[in-house]
């Protein structure tokens, strides 16, 4: 499945669907859409990765580079991730930097 | 206002070589870096006529570019071109030298093989560990790029003080590869992360890797003549990649995330205030001797990298075949550059140097009296604040443990503490002069450094655990498939009884009391305690004192230990957190002999079985030690008074105490010569000792007392 990332600003919090395999082959993509996004100045992101079904290195990667662009203040959410991509986040450190959850309800996530 | 940024002018290429857009590159930093729009190469080759770059893709058998480097790119003795539109993250690349092959004058180049970066930060081929290598494959550790962009928030190396520290030595795979530690994954850096809450419950506050640069564990592998068995390079006292973390100690070595995984276990021991301390192998490298591999230095540039014979063989001074020729400018720099690196990067606190008097030699061998690149290290900016320790000792007759050049900052492995406590402990004669030099923290040796120069440890990676120790008289190696004759012969060791298991309770209960023993000494010492990783649980190699080669329980941490042997476990949980209570018993400086605080009591005095009467004469095996809690940190912070009754001997002895403090009672803190729980009372619970001016310490006991 290739790979495909939209998104949507509503307020101060921006969704990313992102589908099919982040690699070094597809990173730059995800890049562009962060830093779209990033314009925005959003309170909250989140990464919706439910059909997400390969994460390499580089798209570990770009969830430390989503987190260092848009500053300590905003929370990222890493919402639906599969088991096998939580491990890895885990074992790099990742997990620290991002909230991983399985649901996303972006009111509560705010005032959290 | 926007600020128009105009590109860089050089992030573009110049001309096309094999397909591909280069510049010229730059020269520093050495390695593969990450430039605007590509990759960097710079590699150094002083005799080299001709250099070409080979790129791969990850794991491919044959290159997809071969790029001769042009004239105009090579500064003095540096290659170095940028290489445009690479897909960084599934590149491997390496070099082709030519030049001399004439061994006779030092050269060994050999344009036919392609030479790994001894820059490189990250190194394909080992991914896994304990994979069988695909062995046709030419180029088997393989240069990759890294991307140094880990997300450390607010960590920064601890910078604890050097006599606080209580050092765990460990071995990564060793640590959790065995099925009882319970981990997701055991066996790597992710693992031992997961046990970060047993080294805290412990008291540890620096844990020292044996080494995890990146090293060959198929290195000489051979099937065991004893078993048939696989013998590994296990420990990795032989360095592939000086920059780069062993890829099989990463759950994500396939991922190709062993740096950050690397990381992030330091950023967590940070958070849990253990400082990490890093075994170092300067001394050689993993090409061995003439009939060794050719994986990097070798082709690049042997007659720099390596210290030859006048006959162009190589000097062994580590005893692994060659030795690295660290006092050549280039190669003094290649370490600076590496250990600044590990501790920039990685966030390092310290580093061991693994036969550091090979460092203090001449490019033949003789030992220098100022050897620049341990200066060089001792005065280095950016190491300002890094611990650093030598085994000061090598292979070739260098014993330099009191007199290695320190420059102010150099500790070493007192292997004088470990040879005289051992004495000391098994009740030899003659020795209780010597051991009361080793209670202060060495004064013979390292009057002037500090106590802190003196890391004080009975029991290492090298030779037998604590519990082998008052297990077996003679080594154990048949295992090794050297018919024994492997492994040091002077072990110091005393089996109590029996030699190796058994069920006879009395010398059982004697092993227990004597590793009690072992770690109250190490514990009231001056100085560093180092302890070796499951000696705190009764950790048996099974009298083998020379497990290099051992991926099995031989070298695993067995975490049942853990329950079955909790009384042990306990007693060093409690004699840790005991030291770490009392700061009278980690001074900087040496102790005086005086009562330079007016306190009526000197800062350190010595007490036989009558008090101020010391007994040194050989046939002793007592010693009393006293120390002055007014004194402690320099007189700096209040403490209470301690004193330690030790008896080697046989039988019971009545101590005649000296008085504490004015206003102060002795309470019973530790008692070796009771079982648990009087043997070691938790920190403020000490039960005051019923006679106040006389202690009965039992046979090969230790007592300690709080004057509070």
């Known amino acids: ?112 | 206002m926007q600020t128009l940024m105009l590109q860089r002018v050089d992030a573009y290429a110049t001309r096309t070589i094999a397909g591909m857009s280069v510049r010229a590159g730059r020269v520093f930093p050495f390695g593969a870096t990450l430039v605007a729009g590509g990759v960097n190469f710079s590699v150094f080759s002083r005799h080299a006529t001709a250099c070409t770059l080979v790129l791969y893709e990850k794991g491919a058998a044959e290159p997809f570019a071969e790029l001769p480097f042009p004239d105009e790119f090579r500064v003095g003795d540096v290659y170095a071109m940028t290489v445009f539109e690479l897909d960084h993250e599934n590149l491997e690349y390496g070099y082709r030298m030519d030049g001399p092959n004439d061994p006779s004058e030092g050269h060994r180049f050999d344009p036919s093989v392609v030479l790994m970066d001894p820059y490189a930060r990250q190194i394909g081929g080992r991914e896994v560990w304990g994979q069988t290598p695909d062995w046709d494959q030419a180029y088997q550790h393989r240069s990759q790029v890294l991307q140094d962009d880990f997300d450390w928030e607010h960590d920064r190396p601890l910078e604890l003080a050097a006599e606080d520290l209580v050092i765990y030595e460990a071995h990564v795979r060793s640590f959790t590869q065995h099925p009882s530690s319970n981990v997701r994954h055991p066996g790597t850096f992710a693992g031992l992360r997961e046990k970060i809450p047993y080294l805290k419950s412990l008291g540890i506050n620096c844990l020292e890797l044996m080494p995890i640069f990146e090293f060959d564990e198929f290195e000489n592998s051979s099937a065991n003549p004893a078993n048939g068995q696989l013998r590994y390079n296990y420990w990795g006292y032989s360095t592939v990649g000086f920059f780069a973390p062993k890829a099989g100690y990463a759950a994500t070595g396939p991922l190709g995330m062993q740096a950050d995984e690397l990381k992030t276990l330091i950023k967590d021991l940070h958070r849990n205030g253990i400082e990490v301390m890093l075994d170092v192998v300067f001394n050689h490298t993993a090409e061995g001797d003439h009939r060794g591999p050719t994986i990097s230095f070798r082709g690049l540039d042997n007659k720099t990298y390596y210290m030859l014979t006048p006959e162009g063989y190589y000097y062994n001074f580590s005893g692994c075949g060659n030795t690295l020729n660290c006092n050549n400018p280039i190669v003094r720099q290649v370490v600076l550059d590496c250990l600044r690196y590990w501790v920039s990067e990685y966030h390092i606190d310290g580093f061991r140097f693994d036969l550091a008097a090979i460092l203090g030699r001449d490019p033949s061998g003789v030992p220098l009296a100022n050897p620049p690149l341990l200066e060089s290290l001792a005065h280095d900016p950016v190491l300002g604040r890094t611990k650093l320790v030598a085994e000061a000792w090598d292979a070739g007759g260098l014993y330099q443990v009191g007199s290695f050049p320190a420059y102010g900052r150099w500790a070493e492995w007192n292997g004088k503490y470990r040879d005289t406590a051992r004495k000391f402990l098994k009740g030899d004669m003659g020795q209780v002069s010597e051991m009361s030099l080793r209670l202060q923290g060495s004064p013979d040796l390292y009057y002037g450094r500090g106590t802190a120069a003196s890391i004080n440890f009975l029991t290492c990676h090298d030779g037998f655990t604590l519990r082998d120790l008052v297990s077996y008289n003679e080594k154990h190696n048949e295992a090794n498939g050297e018919s024994n004759r492997d492994g040091a012969n002077d072990n110091e060791s005393w089996n109590c009884g029996a030699e190796g298991a058994t069920d006879d309770r009395l010398v059982e209960s004697l092993r227990l009391r004597q590793m009690k023993n072992a770690a109250t000494l190490l514990m009231v010492s001056q100085g560093i305690p180092m302890i070796l990783m499951g000696d705190e649980v009764g950790r048996t190699k099974q009298g083998n004192n020379n497990t290099y080669c051992h991926d099995n329980e031989l070298n695993w941490f067995n975490w049942w230990q853990v329950e079955e042997n909790a009384e042990l476990q306990r007693f060093f949980q409690k004699i840790i957190a005991f030291r770490h209570a009392h700061p009278v018993l980690r001074s900087r400086d040496h102790l005086r002999h005086a009562d330079w605080v007016g306190s009526g009591v000197p800062d350190i005095s010595w007490h036989g079985t009558r008090a101020w009467e010391p007994d040194w004469s050989a046939l002793s095996r007592v010693v009393g030690l006293l120390l002055g809690g007014h004194h402690a940190k320099g007189g700096t912070v209040a403490d209470d008074d301690v004193y330690v009754a030790s008896n080697m001997h046989f039988e019971a002895l009545e101590f005649e105490l000296p008085r504490p403090a004015e206003g102060r009672q002795w309470h019973v803190a530790v008692n070796t010569g009771v079982p648990a729980p009087g043997d070691a009372h938790p920190c403020g619970e000490e039960p005051m000792l019923e006679q106040q001016d006389r202690c009965l310490v039992g046979g090969r006991s230790v007592v300690v007392l709080v004057g509070r």
Do not use: W
């Open chain 1, 1 to 112: 499945m290739a790979f495909t990332v939209t998104s949507s600003v509503d307020g101060t919090v921006a969704k990313l669907t992102l589908a099919g395999r982040l690699d070094a082959n597809t990173a730059r993509e995800f890049q562009v859409e962060i830093e779209k996004v990033a314009e925005q100045r959003p309170c909250t992101v989140a990464l919706f990765v439910h059909e997400l079904e390969y994460m390499a290195s580089a798209g570990i990667r770009m969830l430390v580079f989503t987190k260092q662009k848009l500053g300590s203040e905003t929370d990222v959410y890493v919402v639906g991730a599969q088991h096998q991509i939580i491990h890895t986040l885990e074992m790099t450190g990742v997990d620290k930097s991002v909230i991983l959850v399985d649901e996303f309800e972006p009111a509560a996530s705010i005032q959290g």
